[in-house]
Every structure is written in structure tokens, then in C-alpha cells.
């Protein structure tokens, strides 16, 4: 993988005049924001309706989303669709995406290996998030894991300290007024955001990685049930 200590953004690469989920989608195919994209296949976007009542935020695409171009398909995701289930969490009331687009990942003979994304390529895909929230009008939003969380909540956050616990949204949000205004036409209206809540806890792939699955399991399906019961 290429190193780099800074990029461009994806500021550049989102077109004013994308005004849905599937415009920015489509546009998001040709982002150049980070050295991410020149080894990774494709972009990975968000999925799922843009009228979801829950939105879930990742880190990153992985080996098989790579490939795929969709978010959540490979073991990580069939895991969160169990939990999902047995949360009481209804699948197609939630939009799944990532807090960063492109798959970081070290080469070791023909295996590509996880890497976590680094802070730089956090803030370079940040603007997508931006974008996705400003489209999106959940009730509940539930940040998986460490990366997700320094992306929306900032670099001081912990999920260990504070998972599973409802808080305001976009209020606890690093930059709130990055996430305050939601578009109402194509003339540039803006109307505030209505306010909801935020979750975290922790990425399904910290349950495959766990010394006891079971138990880590078990916590993460606690937390989704917290946000079930969040709902309207």
C-alpha cells in the first residue's frame, strides 16, 4: 500500500446537484480523495432505503465487500445480520455503510490483509458521510467500532467507555453543524435536522476476533437491543 500524510478529500468529488442515496452512489465510483482507491476494486457505498429507521456505521469495506462493491457481505456482515435478528431489529428498516469507502489492505503473497484505516483517510471520507446523513433521516444511528466512532464522534471517543449508552444526535457529534441541516429542495433549502439518538458499540469483526465469541456476542446483540428500544 501507498503511504500517505495527507489527501485531498472527497469534498471535491461530490457533486452539488446529488440530491439522493443513488446519485451520490454513483458518483462516489469515480472518488479519488484518498490513495485508498488505487489499490482497492471499486468503491464501496452505503445500502439500504434512504427512509431507514436505523443507520449503521462500520469502518471500512472489507476483502469480500471489495469484491462485491456492497457493505456488510462477507463473515463481519453475517454475523450483524444474526444480531440484527435476534435484536428484534427489523433488516429493512436500516441503511449499512462505512465510515471509510475503500478497502485498506497489505498484500502477503496473494492475500490481501485488513489494515485499519489511518486518521488521514477517516477525514478524507468524511464528506460522504456528511453527504449520506444529509440524506438520511434515522431515528437511530449505531456507530460499530472505533473507527466509525472517531468518524462522527471525533478521535476522543471511546466505545469501550461509553457502548451501548443512547446518546443525542447529531448534538454529540464532533462537528454537529456538519450534520444539523437537511436538504428540502434543489435550490439549496435547508431545514434543521430532526434530532434522534447514537449508539455505540462494537464491530461485528471484534466478535470473530474474540477470545470468547459467545460472550462478546451477547454484548453486541445487548447494544442492538438498546437501540431497538429506541425506536419511535
Same mark, same amino acid.
Given at each position: 500500500?501507498?503511504?500517505?500524510?495527507?489527501?485531498?478529500?472527497a469534498?471535491?468529488?461530490?457533486?452539488?446537484?446529488a440530491?439522493t442515496i443513488?446519485?451520490?452512489r454513483?458518483?462516489?465510483a469515480?472518488c479519488r480523495g484518498?490513495e485508498?482507491?488505487?489499490?482497492?476494486?471499486?468503491t464501496?457505498f452505503?445500502?439500504?432505503?434512504?427512509?431507514a429507521?436505523v443507520?449503521?456505521?462500520?469502518?471500512?469495506p472489507?476483502d469480500?465487500?471489495d469484491?462485491?462493491?456492497?457493505?456488510?457481505?462477507?463473515?463481519a456482515?453475517r454475523?450483524?445480520?444474526?444480531a440484527v435478528?435476534d %435484536?428484534?431489529?427489523?433488516p429493512?428498516? +436500516?441503511?449499512?455503510t462505512n465510515?471509510?469507502k475503500?478497502? /485498506?489492505? =497489505? $498484500?502477503?503473497g496473494?492475500?490481501r490483509i485488513?489494515?485499519?484505516?489511518?486518521?488521514?483517510?477517516i477525514?478524507?471520507?468524511r464528506?460522504w458521510?456528511?453527504?449520506?446523513?444529509a440524506?438520511?433521516?434515522?431515528?437511530?444511528?449505531?456507530?460499530?467500532? %472505533?473507527?466509525?466512532?472517531?468518524?462522527? +464522534?471525533g478521535?476522543?471517543?471511546?466505545v469501550?467507555?461509553? /457502548?451501548? =449508552? $443512547?446518546?443525542?444526535?447529531?448534538?454529540?457529534?464532533?462537528?454537529p453543524?456538519?450534520?444539523?441541516g437537511?436538504?428540502v429542495?434543489?435550490?439549496?433549502?435547508?431545514?434543521d435536522?430532526?434530532?434522534?439518538?447514537?449508539l455505540?458499540?462494537i464491530?461485528?469483526?471484534a466478535?470473530?476476533r474474540?477470545?470468547?465469541?459467545?460472550i462478546a456476542?451477547e454484548?453486541?446483540?445487548a447494544?442492538?437491543k438498546?437501540?431497538?428500544g429506541?425506536?419511535?
Amino acid at each position: 500500500m501507498v503511504e500517505t500524510g495527507s489527501a485531498p478529500g472527497a469534498q471535491e468529488f461530490i457533486p452539488p446537484e446529488a440530491d439522493t442515496i443513488a446519485a451520490l452512489r454513483a458518483a462516489s465510483a469515480g472518488c479519488r480523495g484518498c490513495e485508498l482507491y488505487r489499490d482497492a476494486s471499486q468503491t464501496v457505498f452505503g445500502r439500504g432505503d434512504e427512509r431507514a429507521r436505523v443507520v449503521l456505521v462500520g469502518e471500512q469495506p472489507g476483502d469480500v465487500e471489495d469484491q462485491q462493491g456492497l457493505p456488510f457481505v462477507g463473515p463481519a456482515g453475517r454475523l450483524l445480520r444474526r444480531a440484527v435478528d435476534d %435484536a428484534g431489529l427489523d433488516p429493512g428498516q +436500516l441503511y449499512l455503510t462505512n465510515a471509510v469507502k475503500h478497502f /485498506r489492505f =497489505e $498484500l502477503r503473497g496473494r492475500r490481501r490483509i485488513h489494515q485499519t484505516p489511518d486518521r488521514v483517510h477517516i477525514t478524507a471520507c468524511r464528506p460522504w458521510l456528511v453527504a449520506e446523513f444529509a440524506r438520511l433521516h434515522p431515528e437511530v444511528v449505531v456507530v460499530l467500532g %472505533a473507527t466509525a466512532a472517531k468518524a462522527l +464522534l471525533g478521535p476522543t471517543f471511546r466505545v469501550t467507555r461509553q /457502548r451501548g =449508552e $443512547l446518546l443525542p444526535w447529531p448534538a454529540a457529534a464532533q462537528h454537529p453543524e456538519d450534520f444539523a441541516g437537511v436538504p428540502v429542495d434543489r435550490a439549496g433549502a435547508v431545514a434543521d435536522a430532526p434530532t434522534t439518538r447514537l449508539l455505540a458499540t462494537i464491530h461485528p469483526s471484534a466478535v470473530l476476533r474474540a477470545d470468547n465469541q459467545d460472550i462478546a456476542y451477547e454484548g453486541l446483540v445487548a447494544d442492538l437491543k438498546v437501540a431497538a428500544g429506541a425506536l419511535r
